[in-house]
T-cell receptor, first 112, second 113 residues
């Protein structure tokens, strides 16, 4: 079951914050976040493994609400380099190991 | 260490033909997953191989197949190409344990005319 990402696209000015959400209709075992810049391969950001877990990486952090079957990615004080498409990938309980299903992506554009 | 290598980078084929794409994972990685990426659908999971065995399969027709060799290199094949198969095909490798980071290759851009 493909997770649903929202919003589909967002435009920010440098320094502004953004939140990208990822929701699943099935119980989630883990959530993975990747960023893909135009013409490049997706690059790993972080994995969240259990409910309530939060992780941070520079000014990008994420949370995982297992009960709500959703994860959110927080981008704080955005920089031009944050532009790209963000994908969440989910592993469901009962699914097979290695079966990572991605959402359709959220396109983030950061303007000067 | 070297990253994930996909060949060829670009390919143009005619409807009805077949195509084989190749993926060399990072040394030591035993899992290779394949994805189809199109503008409207994002990353669609095709299949995943681990130690030469298909461990997972996405919801694609039987025209899409793959295999993995003993050195972990993987190939995917699409037979009887259709216009709708035009896409960027990405492979990702990982060590194969649950919840580990996947490393993506640059992809093969397939255009079917």
């Amino acid at each position: 079951q493909q997770p649903v990402q929202s919003p589909q696209a967002v435009i920010l000015r440098e320094g502004e914050d953004a939140v990208i959400n990822c929701s699943s209709s099935k119980a989630l075992y883990s959530v993975h976040w990747y960023r893909q810049k135009h013409g490049e391969a997706p690059v790993f950001l972080m994995i969240l493994l259990k409910g309530g877990e939060q992780k941070g990486h520079d000014k990008i952090s994420a949370s995982f609400n297992e009960k709500k079957q959703q994860s959110s990615l927080y981008l704080t004080a955005s920089q031009l380099s944050y532009s790209g498409t963000y994908f969440c990938g989910t592993e469901n309980y009962g699914g097979s190991q290695g079966n990572l299903i991605f959402g359709k992506g959220t396109k983030l554009s950061v303007k000067p | 260490k070297a990253g994930v290598t996909q060949t060829p980078r670009y390919l143009i084929k005619t409807r009805g033909q077949q195509v084989t794409l190749s993926c060399s994972p990072i040394s030591g990685h035993r899992s290779v997953s394949w994805y189809q990426q199109t503008p409207g659908q994002g990353l669609q999971f095709l299949f995943e191989y681990f130690s030469e065995t298909q461990r997972n399969k996405g919801n694609f027709p039987g025209r899409f197949s793959g295999r993995q060799f003993s050195n972990s290199r993987s190939e995917m094949n699409v037979s009887t190409l259709e216009l709708g198969d035009s896409a960027l095909y990405l492979c990702a490798s990982s060590v194969g344990q649950v919840n580990t980071e996947a490393f993506f290759g640059q992809g093969t851009r397939l255009t079917v005319v």
